[in-house]
């Protein structure tokens, strides 16, 4: 059933492994008795749509993983994340060993149906105060993960969000991007030392007419791929394309750099026959040599972006 509009927050325990137990157990983030954080001078986010088909799911996982682990980031953000998936994810030691993460069943998922979400896993030297999710206006079992959290004296608010699928759905999509908005002011309100990062698949490119309306939408925020990497880079995520983005706002954070990742094939495979050329196939002697095609870690290539924290 299609959600009328925004609702109350759901507050989200965190999940953390236990290493002596060896079982993934939940607590309120207020809740949670943190050693003295580290003192970060650098942030690292990512943002990646991995797909929720099954096609060579476990060769991509297989891919997919290391990449992430390799990263070393602090923030990252899936979407399309199946419960399958989800249960591979959360069984990597490095996973266990670095990060609390949002989901380890499904249970924040919406849409029953294909049963994926989006799901963050947050290292476990930052200071996650809040772990929110907000449904909103959608027809697809859509969300907002929203996480704030302390770095010193700045507080640092993240979301992510997989907006509506489908070129129709574009007043669908304004509506979930204000609603961000609007979560993003309310957990800013009165305070004068934030960092908001709005990240994820946003489902329309940057070169549609579309873009022009939905980036009114957040006039004050930066999209940081035109920003790090001139205007002119297309910086296409999904078939030439620019679906994903890292939106930023901050006075004393400043972006470094950013850049594609999972872009790299992981192996080629045979593409499906057409009928028709089923139909020559059967008809004809001649045999052609079989097409292939590039498998990579998601139908979607990710982003990963960097934040000098020195100010901070």
């Not at 859509?142 to 969000?161: D, H, M, P, S």
Request: proline content about 5%; hydrophobic content about 35%; charged content about 20%.
């Amino acid at each position: 059933m299609a959600s009328l509009g925004a609702q109350h927050p759901q507050t989200l325990p965190i999940w953390h492994y236990d290493t002596v137990k060896h079982q993934w157990r939940s607590q309120d983030p207020t809740a949670h008795h943190y050693k003295k954080p580290k003192v970060q001078r650098f942030l690292r986010a990512i943002t990646y749509n991995i797909w929720f088909n099954k096609e060579h799911q476990q060769l991509r996982f297989q891919s997919l993983s290391p990449l992430l682990q390799q990263s070393k980031a602090h923030i990252i953000c899936l979407q399309e994340v199946t419960k399958s998936i989800l249960e591979q994810l959360i069984s990597q030691p490095w996973v266990q060993q670095h990060y609390f993460v949002s989901d380890i069943d499904g249970s924040t998922f919406l849409n029953g149906q294909e049963s994926y979400g989006v799901v963050m896993l947050i290292d476990k030297s930052l200071y996650l105060r809040r772990l929110l999710s907000f449904p909103y206006h959608t027809e697809q079992g859509r969300q907002l993960l929203f996480a704030e959290i302390q770095l010193k004296t700045e507080k640092l608010l993240v979301g992510t969000v997989h907006l509506e699928s489908k070129r129709d759905k574009e007043t669908i999509r304004s509506h979930q991007l204000q609603t961000c908005q609007s979560v993003f002011n309310r957990y800013a309100m009165n305070r004068p030392n934030v960092t908001r990062l709005l990240m994820g698949d946003f489902n329309f490119d940057s070169e549609w007419v579309e873009n022009g309306k939905q980036m009114n939408i957040l006039k004050h925020w930066t999209d940081l791929w035109p920003k790090l990497n001139g205007p002119n880079s297309r910086g296409s995520t999904f078939k030439n394309g620019r679906l994903d983005r890292i939106m930023f706002q901050s006075l004393r954070v400043t972006p470094i750099k950013m850049r594609i990742i999972g872009n790299i094939p992981i192996g080629q495979f045979p593409k499906p026959k057409s009928f028709s050329e089923n139909l020559l196939s059967i008809f004809s002697f001649y045999k052609k040599t079989p097409r292939v095609s590039p498998v990579f870690p998601s139908d979607h290539f990710g982003l990963m972006a960097d934040f000098d924290l020195s100010r901070v």
